[in-house]
């Protein structure tokens, strides 16, 4: 008995280039955001698996070149990420200090207000006090 193949051949083909596509998207849009590229990200960014990965030739040969000459090695990658954690820890608190401003001059104006009723209610008082004496 003979089987025809060649319906699943086109589909594991176009699979294959489907997940090709995937792959060299997903690396061009990591190399333009500068993330870390490994096998792991980007098998996770391209909806692909790892041993697909190590297991295509040219995929596997680009990611090993692009992991190896890229300018975010090791060291740089770590300064990179304290620069940019100092940085959101200062925006955090550039922030927290806009608030505590706001708070502060709210609280400022309640305060002259309360200040200024119990100036107009002192002096009734102490007209009470006087007449009833």
């Known amino acids: 008995m003979i089987r025809n193949t060649d319906g699943l051949k ?11 596509r995937r792959t060299t998207a997903a ?5 333009s955001e500068e ?3 490994n096998f792991r990200s980007v098998a996770t960014r391209a909806k692909v698996s790892t041993a697909w990965l190590y297991g295509t030739k040219a995929v596997r040969d680009k990611i ?9 090695s090791a060291g ?12 959101r820890v200062v925006a955090t608190l550039r922030i927290r200090i806009l608030t505590l401003e706001v708070i502060n ?3 400022k104006e309640q305060l002259e207000a309360a200040y200024g009723r119990l ?7 102490g007209s009470l006090h006087q007449t009833s004496e």
């Open 76 to 87: 740089e990658n770590l300064q990179h990420r304290q620069r940019l954690s100092h940085e």
């Open 35 to 37: 993330t870390e590229i």
């Open 10 to 20: 086109r589909n594991a083909r176009s699979r294959s280039e489907d997940a090709m």
């Open 119 to 125: 100036a107009v209610v002192q002096p009734k008082l």
């Open 64 to 72: 090993v070149k692009i992991r190896n000459t890229s300018p975010v």
């Open 105 to 107: 001059r709210e609280l």
């Open 27 to 31: 690396i061009l849009l990591m190399l």
